[in-house]
């Protein structure tokens, strides 16, 4: 097959660091597990995932954290699933390593005020380098959808910056507008559905902040420059 049916991309459920943003300066990013809360989503987001598999196979992607794992494994997806692919470019955006709390809130703040996309931690990655990455993983899926065999699914189980840079990737929405999305809530689904003519449906939607349009570019909201 070409493309798959249908592209559904998961939120890991709540995660310890979710309740307690001091957990990153001892215990690494990618070994924080979920909370008791964030298992019951995930299980939830399982039973919804499975009505809209209607019984078909679906091919995985997992980020490599432990949260997406455990998200995984509370949904009950085993006698749906043809093949599981630990994929770190689904990975969360990189901060730091052990991440001081003060320090990270200063610059969330500076991110804030510069622009969740192209703003980059002193210690990690900014938004456009996860798009980078996003960029590469869409060619492996490209490779994999045009094996005879793939399943007629595909579900990205991942963390809400990349699903919207997926998005934003795939759909070909400017820097402007993804600046205007707000990232999912824990363990909620994203889809995209293909429609009869071959293009895909996002359902639903990113809530958005402000109001911008998927085309609109900085050109668009700047300030008029004042003749000298």
């Not at 939120?11 to 957990?23: F, T, Y």
């Not at 934003?168 to 600046?179: C, I, P």
């Not at 639903?204 to 000298?228: C, H, I, M």
Request: proline residues 7%; negative net charge; charged residues 25%.
């Amino acid at each position: 097959m070409s493309a798959p049916r249908q592209i559904i991309m998961l939120r890991h459920g709540q995660s310890e660091a979710n309740l307690d943003q001091s957990i990153y300066d001892r215990i690494p990013d990618y070994r924080i597990p979920l909370t008791g809360l964030g298992i019951e989503q995930a299980e939830k987001a399982g039973a919804e995932i499975r009505k809209q598999l209607a019984g078909e196979k679906v091919c995985i992607y997992v980020s490599p954290y432990l949260r997406a794992y455990q998200t995984l494994e509370a949904l009950g997806l085993a006698e749906h699933t043809d093949r599981i692919f630990e994929e770190p470019r689904l990975r969360e955006q990189d901060w730091a390593n052990f991440q001081n709390p003060e320090d990270i809130a200063e610059q969330k703040e500076l991110r804030n005020a510069y622009g969740h996309f192209f703003y980059r931690f002193r210690d990690g990655e900014s938004g456009s380098d996860v798009y980078d990455r996003i960029s590469s993983f869409l060619e492996t899926l490209y490779r994999h959808w045009s094996r005879p065999d793939y399943a007629p699914n595909t579900l990205l189980i991942t963390h809400g910056l990349t699903m919207r840079l997926f998005c934003m990737r795939w759909f070909h929405w400017s820097v402007e507008y993804f600046e205007s999305l707000n990232n999912p809530e824990n363990a909620e689904i994203r889809s995209l559905i293909r429609q009869p003519a071959g293009r895909y449906l996002l359902t639903p939607g990113f809530q958005q902040w402000k109001p911008v349009a998927p085309n609109q570019t900085v050109l668009q909201g700047a300030a008029p420059v004042k003749p000298s």
